[in-house]
């Protein structure tokens, strides 16, 4: 879209029908014309819209044409609401105009006052003329003088705004009598019939589909962990090989700086490293003086006053040059004269901290497993690959070369298993000729990133249907649940009946409880609604999923509210109401005006 639209949405939104025409998506019919006259779009009610206002609506860019429908739709809505503005005579002063147009940043100079050169360049750049945009922004606000008279920000919007409010939040005072299922299990009685009877009409719901129990052994990095040793050499080897890294040593260093930087004269630099190394002589005399100079000479303004003492640092935490220095340094020692960009440094290290071999002995030991372990892995996939091949006829090979335990599954289907070992993959090769048929160990399957399962099929069940002494006590328990829930809906709708004739029902209701449309306390939708529909006081039932229940509802109290979130609520459908105000109007206008689109070439 737009750059110069997008930026300044504010207002000049509105100059180009963009927040109008956003409030106008209501669709409808049209009269195709054809392809219509040269560059013509459509047509509403005569006046013609044409390519060239798609482009000014996209701001002279190429419009891709999958946007095309979408954008003359919104130049048809703008042009159905510019005639009825036009037929009422809804005018936009010249005053009103100018205001408008002053009050564009855009246009501001950067005095903060709006300039004439700085408007007609802007407008320029996009391919407008002060006529044009003029013309635009003069008809957008008739169109939105129009929009206001809907009264879209008007009394009868707030006012249902607010009365729907008071809808949502109002409480009403609801207890509940609930008929479970479960209390009409022992009146719910199935025959052997009814179960024969449902299973004869139902066999295809209870059909077992070709399925396997598997043995297998996994062969992973983890398996082989507890067999991995590692020596206490290995141990410090590893430690000295990666001692930057783990110890993660800090060094606690003061500096006095002599300031030079890259962009001093050859006589500054000279003269700040006399400085330095005269500096450096009285240290190396009475290193103890080392706070005392620093205080006095150094032009580091953060350490200075600290008597240059830096903290702990990390090496990378330096310029080189400098960390460099300070991690020779034995504690106490002095440096040379150190050069940086910064200018001359003289470093005396106070201290050294970091984590000793002992504290990190367990951590190496656990990463350097892992790491032997992996690499055994490596080394032993295809060994491990090649016996279950080779020995294809058990299992029992694998077990005992790699210590590993044999796993026997539940039954797995080609569809699905419980057991998230056994993926697409392996169900895939256990069902193939040469492990289901041949009795074979399948290949090593990876069924993930430096995991191997080898499977063999411990028992085999095709596809069946099963008795019904196998199914019937899961037939009658389903039977029974049934005629439990119709016979709690029946006593339910019985008592609700009961209680709307004023007859008095001795029965434990629950705790009252206020529930609102905004607050439904965990009820359902059509529980919400039953309640709401009841008159007050009165009764309301509901059916659910295994149960019924019966509501006694009180009249509505006193809907507390934060003020704050109330305004809020009104404003969102003080909004939603304006919408659907302009909607149903652009509706009637396109009933009103003729419109014609042109048929894409």
Do not use: C
């Not at 201290?351 to 367990?362: C, H």
């Not at 049934?482 to 029946?490: D, I, T």
């Amino acid at each position: 879209m737009f750059e110069f639209v997008q930026k300044h949405r504010g207002f000049v939104g509105v100059a180009f029908g963009l927040v109008i025409l956003g409030l106008m998506m209501t669709g409808g019919s049209a009269t195709l014309m054809g392809n219509g006259g040269a560059g013509t779009l459509a047509k509403v009610d005569g006046v013609e819209v044409t390519e060239r206002d798609l482009q000014t609506l996209a701001g002279g860019q190429q419009v891709p044409e999958a946007e095309k429908p979408k954008m003359v739709e919104q130049l048809v809505q703008r042009q159905l609401m510019m005639n009825q503005a036009k037929e009422l005579n809804v005018l936009a002063a010249d005053a009103q105009l100018r205001e408008q147009i002053g009050k564009i940043d855009a246009f501001k100079g950067e005095d903060g006052k709006f300039s004439i050169e700085r408007y007609k360049s802007m407008l320029a750049s996009r391919n407008m003329t002060v006529a044009q945009f003029e013309q635009l922004l003069g008809e957008d606000m008739r169109m939105q003088t129009l929009v206001d008279s809907l009264g879209s920000s008007g009394f009868s919007s707030r006012l249902a705004a607010e009365r729907l409010v008071t809808a949502v939040t109002q409480p009403r005072e609801v207890t509940a009598l609930v008929f479970g299922a479960d209390k009409f299990m022992p009146q719910a009685v199935v025959s052997d019939a009814e179960v024969k009877q449902y299973y004869d009409s139902h066999q295809a719901d209870y059909r077992l589909p070709e399925r396997v129990k598997l043995s297998y052994v996994v062969l992973s990095r983890e398996a082989l962990l507890p067999t991995t040793v590692v020596t206490p050499q290995q141990l410090q080897d590893y430690f000295e090989k990666n001692k930057a890294e783990l110890v993660q040593e800090e060094r606690q260093v003061r500096h006095i700086l002599i300031v030079a930087d890259t962009a001093a004269s050859k006589e500054v630099k000279a003269a700040a490293k006399q400085k330095a190394e005269k500096l450096l002589a009285e240290l190396k005399q009475n290193p103890v003086r080392f706070a005392d100079l620093a205080k006095q000479n150094s032009e580091d303004p953060g350490s200075a006053a600290l008597g240059g003492d830096l903290g702990y640092k990390r090496k990378g935490e330096m310029v080189k040059a400098f960390g460099d220095a300070a991690f020779k340094l034995a504690r106490g020692e002095l440096s040379g004269v150190v050069e940086t960009e910064y200018g001359y440094h003289i470093l005396q290290l106070q201290d050294v901290r970091g984590k000793s071999f002992d504290e990190l002995k367990p951590g190496i030991e656990q990463s350097l497993r892992a790491e032997l372990a992996q690499k055994r892995f490596d080394a032993e996939t295809e060994k491990f690959t090649d016996m279950a091949y080779q020995q294809a006829n058990s299992l029992q090979p694998l077990v005992d070369a790699y210590k590993l335990p044999l796993v026997q599954s539940d039954w797995v289907s080609r569809e699905a298993s419980a057991d998230p070992m056994l993926n697409d993959k392996v169900r895939e090769a256990v069902f193939g000729d040469d492990v289901l048929n041949k009795k074979h160990n399948s290949e090593a399957i990876e069924v993930s990133k430096g995991t191997l399962l080898v499977a063999r099929v411990a028992a085999h069940e095709k596809a069946r249907i099963p008795p019904l002494a196998e199914v019937a006590g899961k037939i009658s328990d389903l039977l029974k649940r049934e005629k439990a829930v119709k016979l709690a809906q029946a006593e339910g709708k019985k008592t609700l009946a009961a209680l709307q004739a004023g007859t008095p029902v001795a029965l434990e209701w629950t705790p009252s409880r206020p529930i609102s449309r905004l607050r439904s306390e965990g009820l359902d939708k059509p529980a919400i609604n039953a309640i709401f529909a009841a008159k007050l006081p009165g009764y309301a039932g509901v059916e659910n999923k295994d149960s019924y229940i019966v509501f006694k509802v009180s009249a509505a109290t006193a809907a507390p509210m934060d003020p704050a979130m109330r305004q809020n609520l009104v404003g969102s459908l003080e909004q939603v109401t304006g919408r659907q105000t302009v909607e149903a109007y652009i509706a009637e206008l396109r009933k009103k005006q003729k419109v014609e689109i042109a048929q894409p070439k």
